[in-house]
């Protein structure tokens, strides 16, 4: 089992910047993918980035490729989702995922990919 808890949300001016974090504890993840995915009131969740645990290998959705940044700690056992230039569509529930393997891009930005799942974090950007 993993436990994953999403902190770093807030109200913020289009233009900025935010960090979300992601802490995981419980089962060992060394061959874990984390994921960020996000949900817009009304709309489906909708893949962000992911990161192979084991290199740091990346991938991002189109829509925030050269904005945002996934990065992990892993003495930390931390992932983290650096989110830069900000725009009033980034708004939504921000979650984190685990999943027990790394596979296509494709495959990669499917919910059910994932495993576990966050509590989410709320992240609003004002115009």
């Known amino acids: 089992q993993v436990q994953l808890v999403e902190s770093g949300g807030a109200l913020v001016q289009a233009g900025g910047s935010l960090r979300l974090s992601c802490a995981a504890s419980?089962?060992?993840?060394?061959?874990?993918?984390m994921g960020w995915f996000r949900q817009a009131p009304g709309k489906e969740r909708e893949f962000v980035a992911a990161?192979?645990?084991?290199?740091?290998?990346?991938r991002y959705a189109d829509s925030v490729k050269g904005r945002f940044t996934i990065s992990r700690d892993r003495a930390k056992n931390t992932v983290y989702l650096q989110m830069n230039s900000l725009k009033p569509e980034d708004t939504a529930v921000y979650y984190c995922?685990?999943?027990?393997?790394?596979?296509?891009?494709?495959?990669?930005?499917?919910?059910?990919?994932?495993?576990?799942w966050g509590q989410g974090t709320q992240v609003t950007v004002s115009s």
């Open positions: 419980g089962r060992t993840f060394s061959s874990y993918a």
């Open positions: 995922a685990a999943s027990r393997s790394w596979t296509t891009a494709q495959a990669m930005g499917r919910p059910i990919q994932y495993d576990y």
């Open positions: 990161i192979r645990w084991s290199d740091g290998n990346t």
